[in-house]
RNA sequence: GCCCUUGUAGUUCAAUGGAUAGAACGAGGCUCUUCUAAGGCCUUGAUGUAGGUUCGAUUCCUACCAAGGGCACCA
């Protein structure tokens, strides 16, 4: 349609012997406006010395004469020279239709087909707490690599850990501190939070306890040298398990990572990388090797700085690490078209310096790399403790969330399996809403109560749009009222209006890598959608347009599926 | 000190350089003999400061103010 109206004006245009490159043809913000307009007349009065108004009168004129396409309904000329288009109940009525025929496959687009992309996200580490970052990244990496999958593009999913460090010695000290937090009795859940416990232990004391400190120094070396065999035993179980209760908060979420990359691999790789260009990008300096990023700072980009990538002590650093990291995930997928990252903001300074590095050394992998940084989680009343006084982990917030939403559906007619499912994806979308509404790169204040409010502005609010759309449709088969395009009036409904516009802000979420486009899109027409369902009666026998409202049903459940997928959140049929 | 991010209703967030700056929460009122009231309808309020570019600036540029993050052997 947009294509057809831009002709359109352009034949008007050349009508009136004006020329123009570029027609702006946009939606307005209020429906009252049209469905497109155009800021043409405007733009060009200028320069051809013409009062933008009546431009825009003779524009309208020649539109008028040009045509004859059922789908436009009126032109108008408003405000200081906007042209704008309304379009017909004809054409409403017929991308209603082709959702129906589109159904599961409404909204993609082909922008990125063939494109090869990677994009590692989450990043929790073993033998440590999965947090509310991890949640947080994993929310935002799993809905861009689905809205990227909308767009063509051939994904994979990535997950980077921290398999060595001190905190997994600080996590071992707590272990054979107490004994009993090794107990392999309970399940991996079990096993995975007494690990977390002996980690607080041994992080603790490693801050207050000069000889804890040592002696959790010592520990470090070990695991890193595999040459104990009590530690490796330790070792050996403490990963497994914690990483076992990793793919149960996974599954809970909606993620299926297709490649785990481990931080012990990439020190080697990275080290031999460092060693071969020292003297040549990387240099020495107090007994370290660095990079003097600075060296290659360019005009309208971000100052880069030094960064140490083996320390005095021979160690790698993150750096180096991540050097080796990007050097794997390039032999992995040798073809790879484009690797993101996403991290917090915090990461962003020294990725900078890494993929400077990086690009320096693989001039051809410099615009194949992507890192995208969101903000932090802070809680509202500032208390970082759940209910049961603990440190809010991502894991305590997600059972806390799901707890109150099986409290909340206590009077409901479910079996116990059914509530503890839909609890489950009713509590994940309450969290990974709050995360997703809002443009990533800022902090997020989070509020618990108002996530699970359900309210207004929510996941579960989308979930319940659905919910009742599906009990339309569930009552319409009953009574044998199938969608139909015969009878379909003159009203035009909002979210008739709204529908058409998903594949367009999918393609936009996708170019601009922001979830929060598809969010504020789901809650708009959602809204829609309840006021008419609370003004109408859909499932109507005695109503001719009954069958059309179906349809215009059916329309709604598959825009509002197809996007809650997109933001990686479950859509039950009841709840 | 330098660099990055961000300043919008009381609060939490929107707004490809466009029209009367949108929602939600909060507050007040109305609403189930109708398909799930976790809903709908109505009322109420904002662009940090000072300049600049533009027909037009919340958006772009400059300075200032404020908040968060980063700046060599942690990740």
Redesign the pocket.
Known sequence: MQKEIKKLIKDALENLEIEVSDI???????L???DY???IA??I??SIKRN?RELAEKIVEQILRLNVDKNIEKVEV???????FHLSKKFFAKSVEDILNTADNFGKNDSLSGKKIMVEYT?P?PFKPFHIGHLMTNAIGESLARTLEYSGADIARANYQ?DV???VAKAIYGLLKDEKLQDKTGDHNLQSSNIGKAYAFGSDAYETDENAKKEIDEINKKVYLRDDEKINEIYNWGFKVTMEAFEDIYKILGTKFDFYFL?SMMAGVGRDIVKENTGKLFEE??????F?AEKYNEEG????????F????G???????ELGLTEEKFKTKPDMDLSVVIT???????M?VVAKAISILHPEYKEKMLHI?H??M?F?GGKMSSRKGNIITGESLLNDTRAD?LG??SG?DFSSEEKDK??SD?GVSAIKY?IL???????????FE?S???????G??L???Y??A???????QNENILPDFENIGDEIFEVEKMLYKFPEVVL?ASEEY?P??IA?YL??I???F???????????KEDKLSSY?VALTYAFSFVLKNGLHLLGIKT????
């Open positions: 702006v043809l946009e939606h307005p913000e209020d009252k406006n049209g307009s155009t800021n405007l733009a009065a200028k933008p408003a405000g200081a020279g906007f042209i704008n990043d580490n921290g460090g001190l905190h931080e300096s107090d007994g370290a090797i660095v003097k980009h971000p100052k880069l700085h030094t960064r140490v083996i320390t005095s002590q160690l790698p650093t993150y750096e180096t690490k917090a903001n915090e990461q962003m300074d020294y900078r940084t903000g932090m802070r509202v939403v909340r559906m409901r839909i609890s009713v709050s509404k809002q443009s990533i790169g800022g902090d997020i204040i989070y509020d108002k699970i409010s359900f309210e207004g502005d929510s579960p609010y979930q319940y749009s919910t009742r599906n009990s339309v449709l569930e009552k319409a936009r922001e929060h486009y504020n809650i708009e959602s809204r829609a309840n006021s008419f369902y609370g003004n109408t009666l859909i499932v109507n409202k039950p049929k009841k709840m």
